[in-house]
Every structure is written in C-alpha cells, then in structure tokens.
C-alpha cells in the first residue's frame, strides 16, 4: 500500500472453481496480470513520490490550493495497477473515489475502458481537467513487451506475457 497516507489497496475476488485459466475463458477475469514468466505480479512495486510535473497537472487543473487534492498517485504506479488488474487486456476499470483521476487516466493511457465516480464536485471537476493530460504523461509502462496487442480467444495467463 502506498506509503503516503497508509492507504489500504483491496483486490476482491470472488472465488472460482477449476484453474484460473478456465476462470478467465469464462468470465476474463479472477487474477492479476504476470508480467512475465517468471516474474509474476509482486506486492511490491517500485516506490517513489508523485513526479513534480503530474502535481503541476493536477494543480493547473484546480489552482485553488486550499481545494488540492492531497494523494496524487503517480501514473506509473497507476498504470502497473491497471494493467496486472485486467489480465486479458479487456473489462473496464472501475474507480468509485476518483479523485484526482490519476486512476482513470492511467486506465485510459493504456487503452482500457474505465469509469470513476468521484461525490466531491470540485475533486470531480480536477479530475475532469487533469484526466486528459495526465493521460499524455510517459512512463516505462507503455515501453514493457507485455503491453503489447493479445489474441482475443486466449484463455490462459502464459498467452500473455
């Protein structure tokens, strides 16, 4: 979990039967993304603070300072979430406390379809603002041979890496 406010990160799933490979031909979903062989996804990720041009993003996006949002997460953890989060490459990710957008942004940068809900108007305002540029932000996620296209009929983890 992120260092900065101790922020709890839960990954739910319901339990299957069979192998996870029949779980994914079935519902394509039920594990997280390896992002090789063998080096599956770990519970520990690179650590580092928010980059200073992602904050400037977010505050150009809301100038008020009073109002700013105090947890941007960086778009290179963001996107390493989403993509071990949708093993197949398909699904939509869900992000129901928006705020900031870093999540929705990181899901789109990858192509993803995602939907943030987000009940504070001026966070859902930032997010709106700052969603499309932080999608233009670099990271070595998009440079990994994992991301690359998938074949839509696989049903297995291995496919995939």
């Known amino acids: 979990m992120p260092r ?3 922020e709890p990160w839960l ?12 779980n994914l ?10 992002e090789s062989k063998e080096r599956p996804f770990t519970d520990l990720l690179e650590d ?3 980059p200073k041009q992602e904050k400037k993003i977010v505050q150009e996006a809301n ?9 941007l997460k960086p778009q290179y953890l963001m996107r390493e979430l989403c993509h071990a989060s949708l093993p197949l490459q398909t699904g939509t990710i869900l ?9 929705i ?7 993803y379809d995602a939907v943030g809900i987000e009940i504070d108007e001026t966070f859902y305002e930032m997010a709106q603002n700052a969603i499309p540029r932080l999608t233009e ?3 070595p996620v998009e440079e990994r041979e994992d991301l690359e296209d998938i074949q839509p009929d696989t049903a297995s983890l291995d496919d995939y890496t």
């Open 4 to 6: 900065v406010w101790w």
């Open 11 to 22: 990954v739910y799933r319901k339990p299957f039967d069979n192998r996870l490979r029949d």
């Open 25 to 34: 031909a079935e519902w394509e979903t039920g594990g997280l993304r390896r």
């Open 48 to 50: 580092g603070k928010t």
């Open 63 to 71: 100038p008020n300072e009073e109002n700013a949002h105090p947890n």
């Open 95 to 103: 992000d129901p406390f928006m705020g900031s957008g870093a999540t």
């Open 105 to 111: 942004a990181g899901a789109e940068s990858l192509g």
């Open 137 to 139: 932000v670099s990271t």
